[in-house]
């Protein structure tokens, strides 16, 4: 992938373990991607995204930096699981995408730091519409914290 400048919609459904490393080489390998506007990223079946995930994810939106679609998940019945210090580096990498219109990020266990820490990079991001997320292992005053930081313009879909 790293000769595909071009690339404008990059779709896996099944990253196992060492394919994030991997694609983040393929990423900045060739000079990014800077005309890919659709990613969507799935755990292997049955494996959750964890924090070993969260640099290589981090690293490729750094390349796509017209990214207008983000889709990262775990297949069901795996939740996403990164800690409050795992996800720093993607949640930063989440507010560098300046034209990202549609966030999906599924079933997440994060955690209250870490939904507080992704609450404050979206909160910052002016073009996000649509964000996709189910927080799971959270009270609902710590869901209702998160879902009041989010910019007004932005239709949450807790499914």
Partial sequence: LSDKPF????????MGESSWAALA???RGGGGWPCLTFLSLR???????TDAACQPI??????APS?????????VPASSKFSAAGGIPLWSALRQLSQLQKLHLGECDIGAE???????????MSSLQELRIRLTNLNGKAQQSFKTRIPSQ??????
């Fill in 7 to 14: 690339l404008e919609h990059l779709q896996i459904d099944h």
């Fill in 25 to 27: 080489d393929s990423a």
């Fill in 43 to 49: 755990a292997y079946h049955g494996t959750p995204l």
């Fill in 58 to 63: 981090a690293d490729v939106l750094a390349c």
């Fill in 67 to 75: 990214l207008r679609r983000l889709e990262l998940s775990s297949f």
């Fill in 114 to 124: 870490g939904a507080e820490a992704l609450s404050e990079a979206l909160a910052d």
């Fill in 154 to 159: 932005v239709r949450i879909h807790d499914y």
